[in-house]
């Protein structure tokens, strides 16, 4: 792939990449070198609705992301297994000096699976439905960025943005951004019409999907080496753990590490985990009280015993949580800045001064938010009673948990799998009016930062800017982040990969159907 751009991009762009692939531990001894052709991918996954579908604008959880931009649907770039970032619809781009005007040239001979020929037109009109009226997408933000979209041919295309993005191809590769037919796009919606390695068979919707292989694709036969593959909605993680443990399934994500020892003990199965910027969250609704109440907030942060969460919850597979969204392999961590500690009389301090003896909350939990957040919810039930802060744990469905509490309930468990990039993070969760915008956090001087910084391609200014930004919400900010969750995934042995594990996302990032094969 040809990456064109100004060369202070280019070294911006590597230096980032090199810090989003860092790993704990990947599954080393599932490498292999040569690929192998054939078989039936069978996955059990969590994070599946009954609301599920092929709308890339609406996708919040693992089943579809993994279904869609994994395998039906491309976007116009992607991250890479070691975190760099090349090439998918896009064959190469380049950027004007300001990072305002982005050049976009397309690969030809792609087509969807109803046979239409992929193009400039495809790309305009798929992008246009993020921002069209009444659109609920979670990448409206990214879009929205976009002032001006010309189509030079049918291969190429120019974006102008309202500001400079130095970061502007890594957004492209969002899950939500995938590319439809121009004029098709409900089709396409309605049936999972994409240009991706696999096209789909069947679709139930928080139940199971069917894919098989696309013949003579354009990523050729280095990519989707299985004939077929069978995703099933396990939303429980012991059903999970009883599915793989019995070879009912070939894969399941979010691992529950209290069982680690049965995994490891099992010779036919391997946990591949590695280490990223997903963190487990409570945000609150910052417009809502108490929560509009700055001290509230505060206390609520000195509440929390961090440490036995990471210990209890994760079993040591991760880290302590600052209260902000920037993980340990973003370029920019801020990784000095003061600890919010476990301290139940300074939060009984703050109440004080926000003229409060006590505090009587709700929280709403459930394990589809992450595995454990009904006990997280409980341990910090616990913690918090020095404190002289009564949290009533409200236990919710798994089932339509993304669409009927988070966003909805003034406090509740949530997780983000986080981004490759600051800014990317910043605007999807923290940007004033986004949709995902899960407290309605209100600071100047934050949104202020958010715009200058996106723009700046100065690193050591970016670095200081976006250091102040995590420090922002750190002190101010409405969500409660208190721990970083390694990815830990389990694999049969007989599934092989040849590059270090992706952890942008779990599941390779997302991507083991076209990245992994069968050897036996």
Known sequence: MTFNMNRR?????????????????TASAAAHATPKKGGTLRLGLAGANTSDSWDGRTHSDSFMIVMAHGAVFDCLTEIAADGSLKGELAESWEASADAKTWTFNLRKGVTFHNGKAFGADDVIASLNMHTAEGAKSAAKPIVSAISEMKKMSDHQIVMTLAAGNADFPYLLSDYHILMYPAGGADEAIAKGIGTGLYKVDNFDPGVRCNLSRVANHYKGDDAGHFDSVEAIAINDSNARQTAMMTGQVDCINRVDTKAEALYNANPN????????????????????????????????????NRQEMVDKILLGHGAVGNDHPIGPANQYYAADLPQNEYDPEKAKSLLKKAGMDGLKVDLSAANAAFPGAIDAAQLFQASAKAAGIEINVVQEPDDGYWSNVWLKK???????????????????NYELGVPWNDTHWENARFQELLLTARAELDSGKRKDMYTEMQMLCSTDGGTVVPMYANYVDAHSTKLKHTEAVGNNFQMDGSRMIERWWFDA
């Open 9 to 25: 991009g280019v070294l911006k762009a590597g230096a980032a990449a090199g810090l989003v692939a860092a790993t704990v531990k």
């Open 410 to 428: 003034p406090w509740c468990a949530c997780y983000w799998s986080g981004r490759a990039t600051e800014d990317w993070m910043f605007s999807t």
């Open 269 to 304: 199965v391997e946990i591949f985990e590695v280490t990223g910027n997903q963190h487990y969250t409570l945000p609150m609704l910052t417009n809502v009280a108490p929560f509009d109440t700055l001290e509230v907030r505060q206390a609520l942060k000195h509440a929390i």
